[in-house]
């Protein structure tokens, strides 16, 4: 059986995300979060659930080399477009 994953650190969370060559907006886009609350986790503001960062993990896998991340789920120009309602107003 597999280890668990781990909360990661910030540096894990900046390293992975550019090696998926993503920016902050579409990395938590493709795990339905916020640009901001990516901000705080690259911050070292707020921690990644364990949870969210396997789930990242797993959309962003590499290719055969190594090298270049794969996405799943979310296509960089459909995530630019999502909107979030202001942080604890419900959306309507």
Not at 58 to 85: F, M, W
């Amino acid at each position: 059986m597999n280890a668990p994953f781990r909360a990661p650190t910030p540096e894990q969370i900046r390293t992975r995300r550019a090696t998926a060559r993503l920016t902050q907006a579409h990395a938590a886009a493709l795990i339905s979060g916020s640009k901001r609350t990516w901000q705080d986790w690259e911050a070292g503001i707020a921690r990644m659930h364990p949870g969210l960062w396997e789930l990242f993990v797993l959309k962003t896998r590499l290719d055969a080399d190594g090298q270049n991340a794969v996405c799943h789920g979310v296509e960089p120009e459909a995530a630019a477009s999502i909107s979030y309602p202001p942080r604890g107003e419900m959306a309507k």
